[in-house]
């Protein structure tokens, strides 16, 4: 099985996150602390560094109090 990596859909992805948290007055270490998770991981994520599991976005949702719908609302053919 070959490994998928979305590049464009990571970065989109990480950029949407980075620009909610902004918006929700939280930083990076108020978000990792909530979420239980390192800030270097959330700072990855942000950047389209990794390609995070799941599970971590419905945590992420759950502390910026957001449905997990508004995490994955972007373009992706810009």
């Not at 979305?6 to 007055?25: A, D, Q, S, W």
């Not at 990794?50 to 997990?68: C, E």
Request: avoid cysteine.
């Amino acid at each position: 099985m070959k490994h998928i990596r979305h590049e464009i859909g990571l970065k989109k992805f990480g950029e949407n996150l980075r620009e909610i948290r902004i918006k929700k007055n939280f930083t990076q270490e108020r978000l990792a602390n909530t979420a239980d998770i390192e800030i270097s991981q959330i700072s990855r994520i942000e950047r389209g560094i990794i390609n995070t599991s799941l599970s971590q976005v419905f945590v992420i949702a759950k502390a910026l109090k957001v449905d997990i719908k508004e995490l994955f609302d972007f373009p992706l053919d810009e």
